[in-house]
């Protein structure tokens, strides 16, 4: 019923906005037929439908077989009518509303589930809802897709069909059709970017956004991560909770359920990484972080809600239970024996592509991690980088320096909890004041070093994960700027 909801609220929006007096069905016939099925590429592949039903044309052989790419529009129309005598006759099905089981008459109930046996009354109007509403559904990374019921983003996806149609239509670029799912959910990931939207964009330029990947059929449509639609949706809706669907379609069909879309959260955390590290960082990393932040679609299902704790970076898990630290060594740009200028170059030029991602590897995480500790995140902004400065003196002033690079890289910045990190932490301080006796010691790093002994202590379990996580990529990072 969900798709019927979607139409019904994208249909009054649209003839809101039109001043049209659309009946579901009137829409179908005029609006929605044109865009989706009345063109030798189909925007959507209604299976078990009259659109996707063909006939062996036995009355015809010279035209052989009926396909989709060569059905005349008198064909096309026959089809159309073939649906609104079964909608009429009371045939409810996979075949005539879209998201509905198939056929129990016919035995394809085995790939249905979660099926009521309360008797529901369902008009005509409700079923032609659910066309409407079955090419509004977002595709996004995951094999999955979402509806959410609000008019003013349904009315953006569909601005979108008509681009989608005269790609389709476009015989010189080969767009596949069927996808507008995953067509829907780059085009409002666009639509909203205002960094990258423009109203006299073209295929180039959506190309260049990488909208599509090549293969041997013809250009694919790439399923967007629903981390970057999230964001960029943020945008616009900073402060709205919209309640999202979360589903998909084929020949099983899977619920996740509903969920709330809390928008604030991800406008947080794009604030604070432009904190962080500076409004050209925000800029040019963008593309490269928006598609880190972001569980599993079905983790975050998980957890409830799309907010903060699910736009946790998926690998960032490697580092909560092992010994791991990220590699931010600077690369050594040397010359290599042998080498032309050209292989030179090309290495190079390979080394700095990598150095940069892991840069913002490590910039992402640090912004999430900042953003998930409980309290004083002001004061967080720039206190693991303090700490991490004090420890890295604190390993320079001895002359042994193995012994207190183990301490710190074994024991202390790998702690799994705060028992283990104070007991570490207890040593450098020792230490540190052992070394005041023969050397000058900065008085702040005693400061610095004390009080993070009172901050781990009062720091709740899953805080205190965070922070040492957090600790130890700023101790890398501070490390390579030595």
Not at 410 to 429: D, I, R, T, Y
Request: charge should be positive; hydrophobic fraction near 35%.
């Amino acid at each position: 019923m969900i798709a019927a909801t979607i139409g019904g609220t994208f249909l009054k929006a649209y003839n809101a906005k039109n001043g049209t007096s659309y009946t579901a069905k009137g829409f179908i016939d005029e609006v929605f037929f044109e865009y989706f099925f009345n063109h030798p590429k189909y925007m959507l592949w209604p299976g078990n439908s009259p659109f996707v039903q063909m006939s062996s044309r036995k009355e015809d052989k010279t035209r052989g077989k009926q396909t989709v790419e060569n059905l005349s529009p008198e064909e096309r129309l026959e089809k159309l009518e073939e649906l609104h005598k079964k909608i009429s006759s009371g045939i409810i099905d996979a075949s005539t509303a879209i998201g509905y089981p198939p056929s129990e008459v016919k035995e394809f109930s085995s790939v249905s589930g979660l099926l009521t046996d309360m008797p529901i009354d369902i008009d005509e109007e409700t079923i032609y809802k659910t066309w409407i509403g079955g090419g509004l559904s977002i595709g996004v990374q995951g094999g999955m897709a979402i509806y959410l019921n609000d008019e003013d983003i349904l009315l953006r996806i569909f601005e979108g069909w008509k681009v989608y149609r005269g790609l389709l239509n476009d015989v010189s670029i080969n767009v596949l059709g069927n996808k507008i799912t995953t067509w829907n959910g780059q085009w409002l990931n666009f639509r909203y970017n205002e960094r990258e939207y423009r109203e006299d964009f073209d295929y180039a330029i959506l190309d260049n956004l990488g909208f599509f990947k090549s293969s041997d059929k013809g250009l694919e449509i790439k399923t967007v991560s629903w981390s970057r639609l999230f964001i960029s949706l943020s945008k616009e809706y900073a402060d709205k909770k919209i309640m999202g669907y979360v589903h998909s379609l084929g020949q099983t069909n899977t619920t996740l359920g509903f969920y709330p879309f809390y928008f604030s959260k991800a406008r947080g955390i794009m604030s604070m990484y432009r904190k962080l590290f500076g409004e050209s960082a925000f800029i040019s990393d963008r593309k490269t972080y928006e598609n880190l932040f972001g569980r599993h679609i079905k983790r975050v299902c998980e957890l409830g809600s799309f907010g903060l704790k699910a736009l946790e970076p998926e690998k960032l898990r490697d580092f909560y239970k092992k010994d791991k630290f990220l590699n931010l060594k600077k690369p050594n740009y040397d010359i290599k024996k042998g080498e032309s200028d050209i292989e030179y170059e090309d290495r190079k030029k390979g080394l700095k592509q990598k150095d940069r991602d892991n840069l913002i590897i490590y910039r992402t995480y640090k912004t999430w991690l900042v953003s998930m500790i409980t309290k004083n995140k002001k004061e967080m902004l720039n206190y693991t980088t303090n700490v991490a400065e004090v420890l890295l003196r604190y390993r320079d002033r001895s002359n042994r320096k193995t012994d207190r690079v183990n301490l710190l890289k074994k024991e202390l910045l790998v702690a799994n909890n705060k028992k283990k990190f104070l007991e570490s932490l207890v040593e450098v301080l020792s230490t540190t004041i052992s070394d005041s006796n023969t050397m000058k010691v900065d008085e702040n790093d005693f400061t610095i070093l004390n009080d993070l002994k009172e901050k781990v202590h009062m720091m709740t379990a899953e805080d205190f994960r965070y922070f040492v996580v957090l600790l130890r990529f700023d101790y890398t990072f501070k490390e390579r700027e030595l």
